[in-house]
Nanobody
Framework: VQLQASGGGLVQAGGSLRLSCAAS????????MGWFRQAPGKVREFVSA????????YYADSVKGRFTISKDNAKNTVYLQMNSLKPEDTAGYYC?????????????????WGQGTLVTVSS
């Protein structure tokens, strides 16, 4: 399985970005797709996740109401729409895939990772 994240960039505070993560290879066992982020000097933290079959969504409190995760099963792609961005959202954003039920907020339990895309929010 390969995950290709894209869509990062530089945006002013209050702006929006949409991240995409396209999965290829043996994707038939996808259970969760998740987004995590890691700022310099900080640990990787959970942002959002979606169950692949049922579409149930989960969010970190810090992004709830501002970020929206969605998916396109036909394209094997997950999206993260980020609105009302804040400087503290600045980080590398990574998508991940789990192929069985896990604690969706635990990075270590995901099975595959994308390379990350950088989001920089200026004040």
């Amino acid at each position: 399985v390969q995950l290709q994240a894209s869509g990062g960039g530089l945006v002013q505070a209050g702006g929006s970005l949409r991240l995409s993560c396209a999965a290829s290879g043996r994707t038939g066992s996808t259970y969760y797709m998740g987004w995590f982020r890691q700022a310099p000097g900080k640990v990787r933290e959970f942002v959002s996740a979606i169950s692949w079959s049922g579409g149930r969504t989960y969010y970190a409190d810090s992004v709830k109401g501002r970020f929206t995760i969605s998916k396109d099963n036909a394209k094997n792609t997950v999206y993260l729409q980020m609105n009302s961005l804040k400087p503290e959202d600045t980080a590398g954003y990574y998508c991940a895939m789990a192929t069985k039920p896990i604690n969706y907020y635990q990075a270590l339990e995901y099975h595959y990772w994308g390379q990350g895309t950088l989001v920089t929010v200026s004040s």
